[in-house]
Every structure is written in C-alpha cells, then in structure tokens.
C-alpha cells in the first residue's frame, strides 16, 4: 500500500492505527515472499552443485540440459528479487570477487580489476564560495569507480569529486555524484545496456555472459548480472507501459502470438505460456504516428489476455484466425463493433501452399497464382498514402478478390469433403468478409506478415537457450523486447538508445516519461556514441 500524502491522512486515531497496521501487514507478506524467494534459490544452487559434481563423472546430454534449466532457473529468480527490490526502493548489497554463482553475496563493493584502462571524469565545484564569495581550496575528495563496457572492451569511468572549503567562511562544496541506474551500483549505462542487449537481443543467457567476462579479467557472478537486470527492468516499466499506450492509440494494429516454454522449478519440466505481440505500424499507408510494439507475456492462451490488453482499441486489428480475439469483434449496445477484424491472406496461402507442397495439386497450383496477383497488386502501393491505396484497390484488387471467390467455390464442388485442400478452402471462404476487408480501407494490409516478422526475434531466443526461467522472467522478457524492438522500427541501434535511456531514466520525471521514448530522444552524436 503507498503512504498517502500527509494532508490526506485521517485525524482519528483509530484510523490512523488501521493505516499502520495495514501497510505493516503488506510489508510482512512481501519480506515472507522475499524469504520464499530466497529459500527457492537456495535450493536451486544445492541442486546446480550436485549436478556440477555429477558431471565430473558420467556425462549425458540430459544432464547438462538439466544444468542449463537451472541456471535460466535461477537467473529469472535473482533478477525477480533485485526488481522486487528496485519496487521497494532498496539497494541490495553489490556480490564480492568471492561470490562464486553458488554463495551468497558478501556486504562489501566490489573492488574493480587493476588492469582495466581508466578514464577519469571530475566534477569541479566553482571556484567562488557559494555562501560568501570567498576563495576555495581543496580539502580532500571522493573517488567513485564504475565499469563500464564500450564496444569490444571494458573500462574503468572514475568520478572525481573534489571537496573544497571556502578560506573566508569555511562553508564546505563538493558536486553530487551523477544518478545511476543502479543505485550505489558499479555498472555504467552503456554496460547495462550490453548485458541486456546480449540476453534478449543476442540470446546470451547470463551465466554464459559471465563466463565470456571472465576470460576478459573480469568477474561479474551470474547472481549479479541477474540483480542488475531485474532492477533495470523495473526501473524501465514506466517507459515500457508509454509505448503501450502509444500502441493501443493507433487505429490499426497487428497482433499475434507465439508458445513459449517455462520452466516449472522442482519438476524438471517446462510448460506452455504465450508471448504475445501487439504492432503499430502506418509506414506502409504513409501515416505520420511512430511504429511501435509492444510484447506481453502471459501463462497461458486465454482470449481474455488480448481481450484485456485491448480493452478500449477501437479500429482495425490484423490477426489469425484464434478464437480468442472473436470477443472483441462483437457490436455493442449501439449494433455497431468498435473492433474490426481483419484476417490474413498470408494465412491462406501457406494452407494451401502445404498441400500443393504435399501433392502437387492442380487446383492448389491455381488457386496460388490467383492469390499472388491479389498479392502483386499490394507491393505497388506500399508506402503509398491510404486513400491512393483504396483507389488502387477498388480497380484492382477488388475484381481479383471477386475471381479467387469464383474459383474457390467451384473447386470446392469438385473435392472430396475431408480433403485437406477442401479445409484450406473452406477456411478461406467461412472468413471472407475479414479477408476483403482490407480492399475497403486503405489503412488495412493484406497480412499479418508485419506481426509475425515481430515475433522472429522470440523464435530465435527460444531456439537459443530453449525456455524462460519462471514466470516473471517471461514478464521481464518482454519489457525489454518491447524496447530493443520498438527501438529498431525506429532506426536506433538498441544498445545506443538503451544507454541514453539508462543515463537519463534515473532521474527522469515521471510526467515527462514520453521524452524517453524511441522517436523523441533523437540520434546521439559522435561524441555519444565514442563514450
């Protein structure tokens, strides 16, 4: 429960009490969540040190895929912690040179390796006195080391900051130390955004970053790359929600979703949760919003999840054929939907295409010429503004779309009923005023193809380290797919536009968080993109 403002507070005192115990209450769940937690990771790297041993022995690629799951396991736990943290506005302690992935973090900074070039910053006070005028002199000063990562290499940023004491007053000045994202942390900007980058731009799962860390002199635990990762994730979700807002604003979108297996800890088996995908994008009807997508995760494929995340829409929307979006097309209290479906020949065409694939079918052959022409007609206009579409639509696409409707009815007539072809057919044909939708608004596409270009980047994780970890790593997956990808639809290099977020987030009003996103923060310079 949030503190109320002072001047919002009850004057009874029994009132008062009930506050207290209330939010006394909360913080006890949430320690006892936080020890859960705790316990579970425990447990966890028993497990990891016994597999580890075992490996000493007897090999199996069973065994160190179990080894793997463990270790994505425990990533998305420690990262869960350190971003329930972040919530709570707690640091945790920085892990030791001594913390090896299965001890615990020690209660001291860690020391940062002599090798590594260093770069000095100093952040000089003026030269007068603040309180009198009078001529300063430097008393002493603060050293703060922060690692940093520029392309290729580590180093080493040391903020200097000089104490000065005024001669006349002997008032003391010494600048502020700079905001970082993690507070009271070692990662610089640039090196937070590299490991995020690696994980879900990369597929580099975090204990497989810090092994490559550690042949560049540099120890940086798994259990600390998850804390860093989990208190970033937090500190981005205000950003990560304004795209979501900007998406669900536009009045055409793209939405699709892909399976995503997860890790069920102790059973040794993953189960089947949902990314799904939600795309602004008026680039190809010349529209003037920014694109933008946004990523949820969800434990399973129920229809209220699109059902909720689009609550609100009113528009196009471009999806497959699952019944769970059916809901948000139906008329309201006024007999009209707010909701229009519309559906994707790129669906149609693969069905068919797999049977002619299959058979060599004559009739499949046919009906995918009369499709690609419906298909020709689209790449001459992309691009192009919405209402030069329609035009171009009405001459021509709509007298090829009546030919396909033609041609798939009388097939239909000659093919046996339970035939495969028949079923791609049919579905065409159950769904057509969805798939025709599109000849009638120059703002609609004939596919679904810019969603499901979204989801590559998923397929490609999930063909790398195989599942997420938990739950809540499938939640943090997303948020940082939302802004490396809604980054790349702008032109930005994600790790560029991760590290200016990063520098700036820390301190950044919360009512001014739509100047962080991709198409208002701008290029960097040079001189941004050196440091």
Known sequence: MPSAPSSQLPDDVEALRAIIAAQAEELAAARAGLTAKALEVEKLKVQLARLRRMTFGRSSEKLSREIEQLELALEDLEAEAAEAAEAEDEAPPEPTEADAPDQPAARRRRALPEHLPRDEVRHDPADDCPACGGA???VGEDVTEILDYVPGRFRV????RPALSCRTCESMVQTP???LPVARGLPSPALLSHVLVSKYCDHLPLYRQSQIYAREGVTLPRALLAGWVGRTAALVAPLVEAIGRHVRAGDALHADDTPV??????????RQARQWVYLRDERPHAGPAPPAVLYRYTPDRKGIHPQTELQGFRGLLHADGYAGFNKLYEPG?????SVQEVACWAHVRRKIHDVHAATGSPIAARALELIGALFDAERRITGRPADERLRVRQAQSLPRLEAVKTFFDT???????????AAALRYALTRWPALTRYAGDGRCEISNNAAERAIRPLALGRKNYLFAGSDAGGHRAAAVYTLIETARLNGLDPQIYLTQVLTRIADH?????????PWNIGQPNDDQKAA
């Open 136 to 138: 300063m002199h430097t």
């Open 157 to 160: 940023i040391r903020h200097v």
């Open 177 to 179: 130390m700079p905001s």
């Open 261 to 270: 297996p997860v890790l069920s800890p102790g059973a040794g088996k993953t």
């Open 333 to 337: 209290e006024d007999g009209v939907a």
């Open 411 to 421: 097939s239909l007539r000659k093919l046996p009923g339970k035939s495969d072809l």
């Open 509 to 517: 009003p919360i009512n001014r968080i739509d100047d962080l996103l």
